[in-house]
């Protein structure tokens, strides 16, 4: 086989791409009574599917921010791209972190909290795709815990039936 001129062997992996002229020739060994025969055809090559983990993240309102991550878990040696975090109540996006890089296959970056309400929203983490690679979008779960006041309040002053409640109680 050759590909754009060059050799081909059985096995090899080619990168994605449309369109990608391949040529078999075929020389038989009687020349006698067969011919050389040539074919070229063009060969699509689809980028490789990848699957994207957003794990859950827990945080309490009030927080400055939390830790997020995005892990890229099949093919194992993608290596490259971007990752855009939003964080959506409904299908409303209420915040977002774009182009996160891609290192040994996770997306890591700290979301900041101050535009977010306490209750839950889903992460989205949307992959660029690189390379050889299709994009894709995953979800996980954002929880942003409400929290409980603390009232700090003085033991009141004892008060004799009758007598009606004031501001030092």
Known sequence: YTMDGASVVA?????AGTAQP???TFTP????????VTVSKTLD???????LQVPAVHTSYGSAST???????SPPQIGTGTVTFNVLSGTTVVTSLTDVAVSGGTASATLPLTALAAGNYRL??????ADNYAGVTAYGLLAVKA??????WANPADITL?????DTQ
Do not use: M
Request: glycine share 12%.
């Open 29 to 36: 060994t009687d020349t006698t009574d067969y011919g050389v």
């Open 22 to 24: 391949i040529t078999v």
């Open 11 to 15: 096995g090899a992996q080619l990168g």
């Open 147 to 152: 929290v409980k006041p603390v009232i700090t």
């Open 162 to 166: 009758g007598t009606q409640l004031s």
């Open 45 to 51: 090559v689809l980028p490789a599917k990848v699957r």
């Open 124 to 129: 989205q983490g949307v992959y660029s795709g």
């Open 67 to 73: 830790a997020i991550s995005a892990k890229l878990l």
